[in-house]
């Protein structure tokens, strides 16, 4: 049955038509089955790279096709001309322009109609429509891209990305995640199943330091955590980071997004270096102990006696400084008087200090003490404090992100600068104080300079 023909000024339905299929950017052609013959719509047509004008063949479309996707092309026509089948389907595929060879990708449709119902219909016409989705594919390939990058990254640094959902209490699912707490990889564990692997107190731990770094305003925290792994056999120590997402116009996050890092041959090494460090701070103790026993046995008391063994004392007492026994914060005068005091005796002080008495972070000033040690170690043996008139400056000068320490020493022998690194050398140019500070040196012929840049950021 034929339409009405349309009144004037009215768009007819095969106008509109076209219109929507142009608004949208979509192409349509036809194949006219009997006649061979294709009609591609202009918009098909700019999307081909085909010319405005003139015929457009089978062999112009299979050329313009990618060899590798012909097939899926062909194959979905091979389904819609099959009168048992007649498939209705979308497919993608790869084209290079006939006019400028670059390659886009393109979704296509087709359908097919029949002289006949059932099996022993003919086909007679095959139409169908082509769209460009090249930006769409393109981002949706560089994203894949990206992901499988970050899940090889993930993978070769031991690292579990976790995402928990305040509002349902679930976790999202992740391969890695399950790999790391000793869960099948394809498995969905609950959120109390993923707490059970927590080691007895850490739970209540985290929530604590969660609940205080929210009320501080702070939207991440760090954290050192231990888990008992099913199979391991060990604690497993994991640095977590976590960033609070709040959803717009809320008040409370509703989601927690986070990394879990394997650290236990670290936080296992660093066990086993604490514990060869309180060995070591023991045994110096030990020995300065029976330095004073062996001066008590071998001289009378006399003042000389017990200005060595103030010495003594004072030397026991750096050794606590260096090795960190001390936790509280410290200032910087008590440290340097702390420090210092072994180089002193009651009748000489070869120190003249100057400055800000500034506070010093409890990571900071283990190794300061060290610095302070080694260079009064290294004046003593080779610089100003070798000679009675040898004089040792230090000045101490505060800026916005640290503290500035100037050691000077004056009135001993000549210095030359060292022809080898040693031990001690090390310790003052990086050992004592690693970056981010900085400890430079300067062997001025008159006596020995260094400066030490703390940074006293964190």
Known sequence: MELPPDPPGFIGHATRYQLACDAAGIGVWELHVAEDRLIYSDLARAIFGFPKHGDVTREMVHGAIHPDDLGIVLAAARRAMDPAV????????????????????????????????????????????????????????????????????????????WDLDLTTDTVAHSPQLNRMLGFPEEARPSIEEFQSRYAPGELARIQAEGAAAQERGETSMQSRVRYIVPGKGQVTYVLRAAMAKTASGEADPDRVIGVLYDVTEQALAEERLETLTNELRHRLKNVANLA???????????????????????????????????????????????ALEPFRTRTHDPFEIEGPDAVLPEKVFGGLALLLHELATNAVKHGALAVETGRVSIVSQEKADGLVLHWRETGGPPVSPPTKRGLGLRLITGGALPPPHEVGLAFHREGLEAVATLDLRS
């Open 86 to 161: 007649r498939a209705d389907e979308h497919y993608e595929y790869r084209i290079r322009r006939h006019d400028t060879g670059e390659l886009r990708f393109l979704r296509g449709h087709g359908i097919a109609r029949f002289d006949g119902e059932g099996a022993n219909g003919r086909p007679i016409l095959y139409a169908g429509s082509v769209q460009d989705i090249t930006e769409a594919e393109t981002t949706r390939r560089a994203l894949a891209a990206s992901e499988a990058r970050l899940r090889l990254a993930l993978d070769a640094a031991g690292m579990a990305v």
């Open 292 to 338: 004073g026993v062996f001066a008590r046995q071998t001289w009378p008391a006399d003042a000389a006696r017990e200005n060595f063994l103030g010495r003594i004392r004072a030397l026991s007492m750096s050794a606590d400084l260096m090795f960190g026994s001390i936790e509280e914060e410290l200032r910087l005068s008590t440290l340097l008087r702390l």
